[in-house]
C-alpha cells in the first residue's frame, strides 16, 4: 500500500486547515511566526471540541447517566491518546494540566508539600537546574530550595548559550536529589544533550524532570526510552488549545507527590477530620478537569501524527536555516545559538536599535515575532545582552514568510538607524 503523502508538501491546503492565517494584518497578509509562544489550532483539533460540547458535554467520574459516561470514556481516551503519542510504556502515566507551568509546579511543590517526615525534598539536599531555563522550571525550584533548605546549582552554559555533560558530572553529587532540564531552550532554540544528562542524573540517584514544550511536537525520543521521571508540556504549543498540557512519568515517581489541589474527585474517601487520596493520576487531578481541553489536546496530537513529525521538523529546520543565513548577512545583526541547527526558532539582536523597535516595524509589515526576555531572563542576563527578537516556525510557514522577515529586519535597520 502507498504511503499518504504528508500535506506538509502542499502549503495552500495545509493553511486552509487553520483559517487564522487567512486574515491581513496593517493591510498585509498575515505572517505568524510567533509558534514558541502559541502555535495556531487546525480545523480537526476545532471540531473535535466542538463535537464535544455539542453532543457529550457533561462532568466526568461522577455521574451515572449517559453524557457523563460518555465524557468519561472521551477524557480516558485522551489521556490514552496522549500517552501514546509520547511512547510511554506501561509504567508510565499521565495527569492532565493546564499546561507546563502547572506541571512543572506540581512536582517542584509535590516534592515538599507533604512536609518533612514524608517530602523527598529536604534541608541539605541539591537541585540542579540548566541555565537555559524558562522561568516556569526554575522559580518553582528556587521556592523548594527556599522551603526545604535545599540549594540551588546552576548548570551554567557557555558563552556559545550550550551547557555540557563533562559540567553536569561535576555539579553531581551524593546530595543530587533533582535534575531539571530543557529539551530545548525557547529563548534561543539551544538543545540540550538532555537524554545523556537525564540518564547521568538517574544513575546518581536523582529525580529527574524535562520541560518538553517547545520538544514535545516534534520529533523527540519515545518517553520509554528515556531517564526522566517526569517530562511536562503544553497543548498550545503544539497545535492544540490553550490552558491545556499534562504532566506525565514513572507512576513511582507520580506517587511520591502531595497533590497541590485538594477536594472534589481526587479523593478515595473523606471524614470529618481526615481524607485518604485516589491513585495517581486521578489524585493530581482535582477539581472539575477542562475535558473539553483535553478532548482538544489529543487530537492535535493525532493531528501531529497524521502530518508527520519528521516532515515537520525536515520543513522548520529549512525554515530555520534560511532565517539565520538571511539574517546573519544584515550588518550589525547578531543570531543567537546559530550551532542549533535542529531549532525551530531564531533569536537576534542588532546592534544599537532595541528589539520592541524592530517588532513593532515588523508588526506594521504583517509579520509577528516575538519580543523580550522569553521568560529566560537569566540567561539572557548571562549572555550578556538584554532582550531580544525571537521569529519562531511551525508546520504552516512558508519560505516567502521568512523572506519577509529579513526584508523586514533590513527596512528596520534602515529606519532606526
Not at 136 to 162: C, E, F, H, Y
Amino acid at each position: 500500500m502507498t504511503a499518504t503523502p504528508s500535506p506538509i508538501g502542499n502549503p495552500a491546503l495545509l493553511r486552509s486547515l487553520f483559517p487564522v492565517l487567512a486574515q491581513q494584518v496593517k493591510g498585509q497578509p498575515l505572517a505568524y511566526l510567533d509558534n514558541a509562544a502559541t502555535t495556531h489550532t487546525p480545523l480537526p483539533v476545532q471540531q473535535a471540541m466542538l463535537d464535544f460540547e455539542q453532543h457529550h458535554r457533561a462532568n466526568i467520574h461522577r455521574g451515572v447517566h449517559t453524557l457523563s459516561q460518555r465524557a468519561t470514556d472521551a477524557f480516558e481516551e485522551a489521556r490514552s491518546t496522549l500517552k501514546a503519542f509520547l511512547g510511554a510504556g506501561k509504567e508510565h502515566e499521565l495527569a492532565f494540566t493546564s499546561g507546563t507551568t502547572e506541571a512543572l509546579n506540581t512536582v517542584a511543590q509535590g516534592l515538599w508539600a507533604a512536609g518533612p517526615d514524608k517530602a523527598w525534598l529536604r534541608a541539605g539536599d541539591e537541585i540542579i537546574v540548566s541555565g537555559l531555563e524558562h522561568h516556569a522550571n526554575l522559580v518553582p525550584w528556587q521556592q523548594a530550595a527556599r522551603m526545604t533548605g535545599a540549594r540551588l546549582r546552576i548548570l551554567k552554559p557557555d558563552t556559545q548559550g550550550s551547557v555540557h555533560l563533562e559540567d553536569l558530572q561535576a555539579l553531581i553529587t551524593p546530595k543530587t536529589r533533582v535534575l531539571a532540564i530543557t529539551a530545548g531552550a525557547n529563548a534561543t532554540g539551544e538543545r540540550p544533550p538532555y537524554e545523556a544528562m537525564l540518564t547521568l542524573a538517574k544513575q546518581a540517584g536523582a529525580l529527574t524532570v524535562l520541560d518538553a514544550a517547545q520538544a514535545v511536537g516534534h520529533t523527540m525520543p519515545a518517553l520509554s526510552s528515556l531517564d526522566a521521571d517526569f517530562i511536562a508540556f503544553s497543548g498550545h504549543k503544539m497545535y492544540g488549545p490553550m490552558g491545556t498540557g499534562a504532566l506525565a512519568g514513572r507512576r513511582q515517581a507520580l506517587e511520591l507527590l502531595y497533590p497541590l489541589r485538594l477536594g472534589g474527585d481526587m479523593v478515595e474517601w473523606v471524614e470529618y477530620e481526615r481524607a485518604g487520596y485516589a491513585a495517581v493520576p486521578t489524585r493530581l487531578e482535582g477539581g472539575t478537569p477542562n475535558v473539553t481541553g483535553a478532548v482538544g489536546l489529543a487530537a492535535a496530537a493525532r493531528f501531529i501524527e497524521q502530518v508527520g513529525r519528521a516532515a515537520i521538523d525536515a520543513h522548520i529546520h529549512q525554515l530555520r536555516t534560511q532565517a539565520v543565513a538571511g539574517l546573519q548577512a544584515l550588518e550589525g545583526v547578531t543570531v543567537f545559538a546559530p550551532q542549533a541547527t535542529q531549532a525551530a526558532l531564531v533569536s537576534f539582536v542588532v546592534q544599537d536599535v532595541h528589539p520592541h523597535d524592530i517588532g513593532t516595524l515588523l508588526d506594521e509589515r504583517g509579520v509577528a515575532v516575538r519580543t523580550g526576555h522569553h521568560c529566560a531572563e537569566p540567561l539572557h542576563n548571562h549572555l550578556g545582552h538584554g532582550p531580544t527578537t525571537r521569529a519562531s516556525f511551525a508546520l504552516y510557514n512558508t519560505p516567502d514568510e521568512v523572506r519577509r522577515l529579513i526584508d523586514g529586519v533590513a527596512h528596520a535597520l534602515k529606519v532606526l538607524r
